[in-house]
């Protein structure tokens, strides 16, 4: 029964450590999570910004070190997107990284992940400004849930304008869901009753975010990575290759696109010549375009 379980968490958060390399088959120590990469983290704030960039990490991760490079110590999200983006007339941009205990319920992750924003959005006087959300593996149900159970027509709901989702599965891994909450609940030990209960609390938030992303006009880029090392050098096609593409009649975008790196890695960028960030700047800047053209079909 546990392994039921372990492998359907296992399947929606897949592999996120800070190892770009796939795991392996020894058991891995559990070290200690350090207090303070807990919480809401300021990586870069232009003076009257314009723009928020919000970035969630997976499970096992950090977040300042799930998104840096391992052998220069870029932050992409601090150190090389912002500029970029701020070329365009006046789009000045706030980079924050949430982070979140590993141990802890995804109610409690995901209500920490809204409060902490909404509440620093209200001291800073920033309510209204717009939204773009990064998201890594396991963060992406988490925040799809978090947003999808906000107060109807709040500030963070409306204000968002796009999510970009990297390793995330669409159906978030849940497919599978029916036959776990199948199993009598008699059967059940305490931990796995809460564990079926956390899948269900996902599975809720997952069903909820499409319809209220369709009210609200968000756009949303799923990025793909390649499966393994081998699959990357038999990735001859290039970074970039969108493989849909649809657009719902209301201004609402959504893409999948494939990148060259695999699942740990695909977060984590050298410089501004790295293949996959070139990409990844590039449909961010047409979510920037659509800011600044007023393109959200609510709270524009």
């Excluded at 906000?150 to 990297?166: E, G, N, R």
């Excluded at 199948?182 to 809460?194: D, R, V």
């Excluded at 970074?239 to 959504?254: Q, T």
Aim: aromatic fraction near 6%; charged fraction near 25%; include cysteine.
């Amino acid at each position: 029964m546990k392994k039921a379980f372990g492998k359907l968490r296992l399947k929606i958060s897949k592999y996120n450590n800070n190892d770009p390399q796939p795991p392996s088959s020894k058991p891995v120590p559990i070290v200690p999570q350090d207090p303070s990469s807990i919480g809401l983290k300021m990586i870069h704030n232009s003076p009257d910004a314009t723009i928020d960039i919000i970035a969630i990490h997976g499970q096992n991760g950090h977040p300042i070190n799930s998104w840096t490079n391992r052998d220069n110590g870029v932050l992409w999200l601090r150190d090389l997107l912002p500029g970029i983006l701020e070329t365009h007339p006046g789009v000045k941009i706030r980079a924050l990284s949430y982070g979140y205990a590993r141990r802890d319920p995804v109610e409690v992750i995901c209500a920490g992940l809204m409060k902490s924003i909404g509440e620093l959005r209200i001291v800073t006087k920033s309510e209204g400004r717009k939204i773009i959300w990064c998201a890594h593996s396991f963060g992406g149900p988490l925040l799809q849930a978090a947003i999808s159970i906000a107060p109807p027509s709040s500030d963070i709901q409306v204000s968002t304008h796009a999510f970009l989702f990297f390793g995330v599965a669409k159906n978030m891994g849940l497919e599978n869901l029916s036959t776990v909450l199948a199993k009598p609940e008699a059967t059940l030990s305490s931990e796995m009753k809460e564990l079926r209960k956390e899948m269900m609390w996902l599975k809720m938030g997952s069903e909820r975010f499409d319809p209220v992303g369709e009210h609200l006009g968000w756009n949303i880029v799923w990025f793909r990575e390649v499966g393994s090392e081998e699959e990357k050098v038999r990735h001859l096609g290039g970074a970039g290759g969108r493989e849909e593409e649809s657009e719902d009649g209301k201004g609402r975008l959504e893409v999948v696109v494939k990148l060259g790196k695999t699942h740990g890695a695909m977060v984590r960028f050298a410089d501004a010549k790295d293949e996959d960030f070139i990409v990844v700047v590039e449909e961010t800047r047409n979510m920037v375009e659509g800011i600044t053209k007023g393109n959200n079909t609510v709270g524009s």
